[in-house]
């Protein structure tokens, strides 16, 4: 008989002044960091610097800032209480259980769109690194990308936890240091990134970027919207960070969800174990996101520095290739190099996103009445793996189709816009205006986030909600590429209704005793 999970006493070097000693606490953060480096801070940070320039640095400043608040803030809540978001947020106002429900199904309908957009990328750079295969007919970019599926749902089926925090800790800091030694070698103008840093600027489009085809009807904020739900990651993302919590056993992490008395007695004792290991989870939280700022500003000056001049953006089936004058300025003999480093971030990206993203349906799960503790984890996991990367794996093919015999316009950045809109910004929106009514809810008093927290989170729901909502109309309205968009929310708005319809009194009610689901 298992015996139940203990508060784990915070050992003395959470608690020593000396900052080095801390970084043993870093983890879960790095992992989500590094997940998005490929997406984020490689592709997305280095077209905005070509496009726009160093006024898009602020920007990218306060998208880390922003998303630092709310993934903090669930952070310190589910260190102190064990509750992890969708163990709150079915008591939202409204029927039970229907924003939980909600993100299920933007979580399920746009993880297989993100890892076929992610698949679709590293197939580029495969055709750039192997060159053109005969045996593929012309389709390289598909079948190299079909090929690095199929080799990360091998690995995903063996991986675990511990081996992907060590993989991706050690290539955030490999990364770091490659990107700041050609940062510096380049000696790009300081008094010009500490303007675009710290002066908030509205981005235009240059002129020559206006006259590209690509960016017709396409405004900025849309462009832009695109960049911040990438880098650093979206709402999901954050969401599987908190699972990772479990792991760790920082607080009540890894314990049940805390009774109303024994939140009292952690309000009533500032030395509570629970309260002490908030430190870790802000120390993992601050640094990991210093990272991601950090390396997004770098891309974004190399960019602005070696691609802007010559009118080169990062693109369609270019996504990756430009990066390599960012070694080439250096020395010729470290584009091999750079060859081998996108193949070796992109692949555990592959892999180490639907180990995230299982966390996510875990959660969920985990939070409803009926499958609490009572499904079978490895079952769930084989098919949630096969549901991201095999899906992924369809629509890759069906983009083939949209852009071989519907639209020969149709691009990679095309085909996630509207899944980036939707899980990188409005559902961080969300996300933000429910955290300070967590805290309300179900907190004490003295354990609530104080008011600069609270007034963050509801500035940050505002942003990201208005400016989600604006960039979807942006893709709606002014782009030829409506379909993809109306089709994405067609299908979110079905499955949502069929969920809410049919799945939410069965999730949310008590199974009879004499029911055995332990075998789903």
Known sequence: MNSEPELVTPPKSLLANNPLQWFRFIGPGAVVASCTIGSGEVIFS?????IFGYNILWIFLLASLVKWVFCYSSMRHMTLSGAHPFERWKYLPGPHGWFPLFMFAIALVCFPIWNSFLAGVLGTACTWIFGKQPLFAG?????WATIALLLAMAVMLSGNYRR????????????LVCIVVAVIALRPNILEILQ?????????????????????????TLEIMVYISAIGGGSFAYLSYLSFLRDKKWGLAHMEVASDELLEQIAAQKDHPARLWVRAAAIDTVTSFVLIAFLSACFSILGTVVL??????????????HQANFMRVLSPWLVPLYKI????????????????????????????????????????????????LFGGLILLWISWWVKTFVDSDFSLVDWISPAGIYTGVLTCGFYCLANP??????????????????????????LFTVLGAKSLWDEWWYTDQRWH???????????AMLVAVFFRRFLYEQPGHEQDIAGF
């Not at 280095?46 to 070509?50: E, N, P």
């Not at 389709?139 to 079948?143: G, K, L, P």
């Not at 968009?485 to 499955?495: D, R, T, Y």
């Open 196 to 220: 675009g840093t710290l002066v908030p600027s509205v981005p235009t489009y240059p002129d020559w970027v206006r006259e590209l085809k690509e960016f017709e009807g396409r405004t900025p």
């Open 341 to 388: 480093a996108v193949f070796a971030a992109f692949l555990p990206i592959l892999y180490g996103g639907p180990e995230l993203d299982f966390r996510v349906i875990k959660e969920f799960l985990h939070s409803t009445d009926r499958f609490h503790n009572r499904f079978a984890e490895k079952k769930l996991r084989f098919a949630f793996i096969v549901w991201c």
């Open 308 to 321: 802007a001049p010559d009118h080169v953006i990062p693109a369609d089936e270019e996504l990756l290739n």
């Open 485 to 495: 968009c109306f089709l994405l929310l067609a299908v979110l708005a079905g499955f």
């Open 437 to 462: 009514w967590m805290d309300w809810k179900f907190l004490p008093s003295k354990l609530r986030m104080n008011w600069l927290l609270v007034g963050l989170n509801l500035i940050a729901g505002v």
């Open 139 to 143: 389709n390289d970019t598909y079948c």
């Open 46 to 50: 280095t077209r905005g610097g070509a």
């Open 164 to 175: 992907l925090e060590s993989l991706q800790t050690g290539l955030v800091l490999t990364m």
